[in-house]
Structure formats: structure tokens, C-alpha cells
């Protein structure tokens, strides 16, 4: 399908993309026509929506192609990236159903934020210019400030909607005046033109404009990706957030902004690596151990899981510093790895909590392990791939950081990645010994396992377990990915 | 009458000037609406450094960013201002000292 337009603009270049948004706008067109009580049908449509555009991102994997003047980007890394991001938010469609209907709150507009943030974060993938990056990082924050105050009558979520949006805001302001100063140094905003700036081809460039700008990018992304020292909001907002936000936050625009981080530091300022990834190696180091150290002092689960997911940040970290097709491709596994872990557990914290976010404390969970075993099962079987036990994803992905880290020559990182991960094991399993050793204070009541919730369970479960016993595909897949943005 | 020139330093050092300003009022503001207002003043000192480089690579690139950042500036504020307005109607403050029920 190609449109007679000016400039090199395929539309077929951003199918998925359209799709998704086309799909956002129609829902709120829907939302207009729906009777009262039907609102909840918006669901279906948006994960129609994004099992069409999952269907076209599929058939793409392989093409690689630029376009839009050589701002966007099609190749396996943003296919693959695209179709985390199309899962996973359908995944938080599936858990946001029993929620929605419970709090009584607007679906059609949380159903085409969704599709928005989802859309930010492709076209955050698939940027090959600071431009398109940018503009990826605000359609998604934007719609996530929203969706984190989704709950207007919570202050709560309110106070987690302000926290997000003065910090996330901040955040972009700095990071748009590192886009300014590199601009500013190199006078282009391609990817690529400023990787070849960096290396020396043309005029030189003023050093300490250059670095000055890098600093502060790194700092706009390293907030994005909740990496210490810019991880202050992360705890509040997961905890204020609505529980599936917090799943939706923690998994596809924590990949995006990792696609993003993976972009800018391996082909615009990858020439200048040796310059970096000392900072960003003692960045990951910081990020794992107060990630992990915290979230042993925590009480409520949302609180906890959100200094986890502060830890996995630092481990992804250590894949980009590992550098090169090796470290990428590590990095790339192990965020499909959380995603799949991570999305599995918040769906058991969505299962287990009740109205006004009762049951989100670590004590609400004593004793139910024998009272509902199925649940306390897939809980443990998701606890024990966060923490990097086999034979489960968790495992496999750090198993290959780790490697690739000490193949790259730093030991230094691994070692500090399996201390941290030895830490990690204590709060997981704090969670194993109340579900399984203490009785419960209060009578729990029988949950039924609604439809939706099954298959999300189902699916995290598969993701969990299949590539922990047989990781090829998705290595193969991670490999491919990344060796497509040095092509 | 002959024009005096300004040197393209100039801009970025009032533009340095400018988003230092607006990073000290984020940090030792309290008031939400203050904070916000200090945000806006780092996003107009990017812009100001984007046109002054645009000048002086003679590239439109800065210009176009310019224009995507006003944009964006426009939707943050429209959210940003929904936000404090829930956050006052429940809570009669727009204080950022006394947003605190989220710690640990």
C-alpha cells in the first residue's frame, strides 16, 4: 500500500501504529453512541484493535526500511519491540476488566489511553531522530499521567498523577536541552548523522557541548527507564496508580524507553562508548542495589514491586553496557523476560485486591498458598523467576547478562549482578513463606478466576516457563533485533 | 542607523541563564502551580537554544523541534492543570509539602 506523497512516506512503514491509533480515536467516537451500561464493549474493541495491528507487526518481522526522511525506522528491533508492547498491553486489557467494573470508572477513555501510550511507545521503538524519540516520550507520558490519576475520587492516585506528571515534565526538560546541546554540536538530529559527527567525519565537533548534551539525555532517559539516582517517583506512582496501570507501567513503556536508550547509545553516541559506559556501568550498580536493598524494608506489594522493577532496571543497564550485538541482544531478552514475569504477578495483585486497594499489604497474603492453590502456585512460579531461579525465564535472561558482561571484560558488573540478585531472593521468597507458613487473620473469601484473568494468568504462565526450558526463539528473536539496528 | 549585531552567544547564554532558572524554581518551589511554571520556563530556554543553533547551522531541524515542543508544551499543560485541579477540589491545596500520603 503505498500513497503518492511528497516526501518518502510509506503509510505501510507505520501500519501497526495507525492501526492502534486509528483504533484510540475510534473509541472515543464509540464512547459517544454506546448506551449506558454497554461502555464496557469498548474492551473488545481495543483488543480487536490490537490483535490486527499484532497480525500486520508479525508480517513485518524481517523488512528493514526507513522512511519519513529517515526519521522512522522499520526493522526487527521495532517489530519486536512493537509486538511486546501490542501484548502486553492487551494483557493490561485483560486484567483492567474485573477492576474497571468494579471502581465504577470510564472505560472507553481508559481503553483509548491506552491505545495512545501504546502507540508513544511504537513510535518511541521505531525513532532513527531525536525528533521522533521526543515526540514518542510525550504521547506515552502524557497518556500515562492521565492513566495514573485514573481514579479521580483516590488521593492516592491523585497524588501519584501529580508526583508522575511534575517529575516526568522535568525530566523532559532536561532531557530536551541534552537534544538542544547535541543539536547544537553536531547540527543534525538523525541518529545516524550524529553517530558519524561523533566518529570524526566532517567538521569536528565542540567536546564539551557534545558531552554536556549526552549527560543530560542520559539523564531524561535514565528517569524514563527509572534508573537511580532518577528513580525517586517510581515507588509512589506504582503504589498511587491503579493496580493495572502499575502492571501497564512497569512493562511496555519500561521496554520503549529501553528501546529508546538502546538507540540513542549504540548509534548516535556509540562511537563515543568508551566515554559512557563507565557511567552508565556504576549507573547500573546504583540502580540494582538500592533498587533491590529497598524493597526489602517494604509492607505493601505494589511498593515492593516497584523497587523490583527499580532492580531490573539495573540489570537491563548492565546489557547496554556489555555493549555491541552481544550486550544488546542480552538486554533485549531480559526486558521480554520481565515483561512476561512482571505482568504475571501484578495479575495476581489485581486478583487478590479488592475495592479501595484493600489486600495490597504483605499481610494479606499469609495462608492464602493452601486456601487458593492455584493462585499461590502461579504466584510462586512468578516470585521465583524474579529472582533468577530455573528453570524459568528469569534465570535464563540473567544467566546470559551476566555472561555477556564478563565475556565483555566487566566482571565488576556481574559480580554486583549476582550479589544483587542473591538479595532479591530474600523479598521474593518473604512473600513464598507467608503465602505457605502463616495462617491467615481473617477468614478469606472464595475467588472465582474470571475468563480474562485466566488467559492473562495462562499466558504470563507459558511466557515464564516455555522459554526458561527452551529459550531459543526468543534469543534467536533478540539477536535479530538488535543485529538489525547495526545493519 | 546602523544595527548592532548580537552574537549567537549571547542566545545560548540567556538561554542557560533561563533553564537554570526554571531547574532552581522546580527544586525549591513548593507550590504545585510554581513548579509547573518553572517547567515551562526550561521548555521556552530549550527553544530559545534550539532557534539560536538553528541560526547558526543555517538548518531548519531546530525550528521544526521548536514547533513539535510548543506543541507538546500545550497538551502537558492542559493535563498538568486537570491534575492539580483534582488534586485542590479534594484536598484545598496546591502545595507540594503537603502531598504526602505516598512514602516509605
Known amino acids: 500500500m503505498t500513497f503518492p506523497f511528497p516526501v518518502d512516506a510509506s503509510l505501510s512503514l507505520i501500519e501497526p501504529l495507525l492501526i492502534v491509533c486509528g483504533v484510540g480515536i475510534l473509541l472515543l467516537l464509540l464512547d459517544l453512541v454506546l448506551p449506558h451500561g454497554q461502555k464496557h464493549l469498548t474492551a473488545w474493541v481495543a483488543l480487536g484493535g490490537l490483535g490486527w495491528a499484532l497480525i500486520r507487526t508479525l508480517a513485518q518481522w524481517g523488512l528493514s526500511e526507513r522512511g519519513y526522511a529517515g526519521m522512522v525506522s522499520l526493522d526487527n528491533l521495532s517489530t519486536l519491540f512493537n509486538v511486546v508492547f501490542l501484548c502486553s498491553t492487551a494483557i493490561v486489557v485483560l486484567l483492567s476488566m474485573a477492576f474497571l467494573k468494579r471502581e465504577e470508572v470510564e472505560h472507553a477513555e481508559y481503553h483509548a489511553l491506552l491505545l495512545f501510550a501504546t502507540s508513544g511507545m511504537m513510535m518511541l521503538a521505531s525513532g532513527l531522530d531525536l525528533i521522533t524519540l521526543f515526540l514518542g516520550i510525550e504521547v506515552l507520558s502524557i497518556s500515562l499521567y492521565i492513566l495514573a490519576g485514573y481514579r479521580r475520587n483516590s488521593d492516592a492516585s491523585n497524588e501519584a498523577a501529580m508526583k508522575y506528571f511534575l517529575l516526568g515534565a522535568f525530566a523532559s526538560g532536561i532531557l530536551l536541552y541534552g537534544i538542544a546541546l547535541v543539536y547544537g554540536a553536531t547540527g543534525t538530529t538523525s541518529l545516524h548523522r550524529i553517530g558519524e559527527a561523533i566518529a570524526g567525519v566532517g567538521a569536528p565537533v565542540p567536546e564539551g557541548l557534545i558531552y554536556a548534551g549526552m549527560s543530560l539525555i542520559l539523564v531524561g532517559l535514565a528517569f524514563k527507564v527509572a534508573a537511580v539516582p532518577f528513580h525517586m517517583w517510581t515507588p509512589d506512582v506504582y503504589q498511587g496508580a491503579p493496580t493495572p496501570i502499575t502492571a501497564f507501567l512497569s512493562a511496555g513503556p519500561k521496554a520503549a524507553a529501553f528501546a529508546a536508550f538502546l538507540r540513542v547509545f549504540f548509534i548516535a553516541f556509540g562511537p563515543a562508548q568508551a566515554e559512557w559506559d563507565m557511567v552508565l556501568g556504576v549507573i547500573a550498580v546504583l540502580t540494582m542495589t538500592v533498587g533491590n536493598i529497598a524493597a526489602i524494608a517494604q509492607t505493601n506489594v505494589k511498593r515492593m514491586l516497584a523497587y523490583s522493577s527499580i532492580a531490573h532496571s539495573g540489570y537491563v543497564l548492565i546489557g547496554l553496557v556489555s555493549g555491541g550485538l552481544v550486550g544488546g541482544t542480552g538486554a533485549v531478552f531480559y526486558l521480554m523476560a520481565y515483561v512476561a514475569m512482571n505482568l504475571g504477578a501484578f495479575g495476581i495483585v489485581v486478583l487478590l485486591e479488592s475495592k479501595a486497594d484493600r489486600g495490597e499489604e504483605l499481610k494479606d497474603y499469609a495462608g492464602i498458598g493452601f486456601k487458593y492453590p492455584l493462585i499461590g502456585a502461579l504466584l510462586s512460579l512468578f516470585m521465583l523467576s524474579l529472582s533468577g531461579i530455573p528453570p524459568t525465564v528469569g534465570f535464563v535472561g540473567k544467566l546470559y547478562l551476566f555472561g555477556t558482561a564478563v565475556q565483555t571484560g566487566h566482571v565488576w558488573l556481574a559480580v554486583f549482578g549476582v550479589l544483587n540478585s542473591a538479595i532479591s531472593v530474600f523479598y521474593y521468597l518473604r512473600l513464598l513463606v507467608l503465602m505457605y507458613m502463616r495462617e491467615s487473620q481473617e477468614t478469606l473469601p472464595a475467588i472465582r478466576i474470571p475468563l480474562a484473568m485466566a488467559v492473562v494468568l495462562t499466558v504470563a504462565a507459558v511466557g515464564t516457563l516455555w522459554p526458561g526450558l527452551f529459550p531459543n526463539t526468543w534469543f534467536h528473536a533478540a539477536q535479530e533485533s538488535v543485529r538489525s539496528i547495526f545493519s | ?104
Open chain 2, 1 to 104: 542607523m546602523s544595527t548592532i549585531a548580537v552574537p549567537l552567544a549571547a542566545y545560548q547564554i540567556l538561554a542557560g541563564a533561563l533553564f537554570t532558572i526554571g531547574v532552581v524554581g522546580v527544586l525549591v518551589r513548593r507550590s504545585a502551580l510554581i513548579v509547573f511554571m518553572s517547567i515551562e520556563l526550561m521548555l521556552n530556554a530549550v527553544n530559545l537554544s534550539f532557534v539560536a543553533f538553528s541560526r547558526q547551522h543555517g538548518s531548519m531541524d531546530g525550528h521544526i523541534f521548536v514547533f513539535f515542543v510548543m506543541a507538546v508544551a500545550a497538551a502537558e499543560v492542559a493535563i498538568g492543570l486537570a491534575i492539580l485541579i483534582a488534586i485542590f477540589r479534594k484536598r484545598e491545596t496546591a502545595n507540594v509539602d503537603d502531598v504526602h500520603l505516598l512514602k516509605g
